[in-house]
């Protein structure tokens, strides 16, 4: 009899352990939302200060990134909202997406965060200001149907020059999607 109960004491905790392993596996505790430090706060910190400052820097791609190179991210959304624009017998949505900045590397601590990160539009630089920023994506689709805030969406985009003869993130777009 005891034997049987030691047994069972073991399945339960051998399935135990599988539960938490998946669980964690799966994004259930171990991490994610917006207090991880992956998307493009991983992004963001892989990038080099030009310069001294702390606050307002001017980052760039470091040197062994090149033109071309694909970029991947997967991150939080923390807003986003659509303008649906018609063009002939088609709708073309512009969704703009907002995510933040949750590392510390780029912080200034009597100031905040406020950083500028390379890319190609515009005057050629992204301002993240006190963490948060926004990313446009065209697509034939409506994003918001699939999105909301809160959910993990992944883009991808490719390392351009800009106008500014810098490498930077070129145009994103949402993986698998029109």
Known sequence: MEKKILALMIALLVLAAVVASVALALGGGGGGGLS????FTALFDDLD????ETWRAYLEAP???DNGDDVKVTDVIVDMFYERVQ?????VYTTTLYFA???DKWNDPTEGTYFYVPVDRGDGWLRVNHGTFSIEVSSATNLSEEYKPGDRITLETNLVLNDNVML???VWVVENTL
Not at 36 to 39: A, K
């Open 63 to 65: 040197d062994n990134w």
């Open 168 to 170: 930077s993130f070129g």
């Open 36 to 39: 991880s430090s992956g998307g």
């Open 87 to 91: 063009v002939g017998n088609t709708y």
């Open 49 to 52: 200060n030009m310069g001294n």
């Open 101 to 103: 900045y949750t590392g």
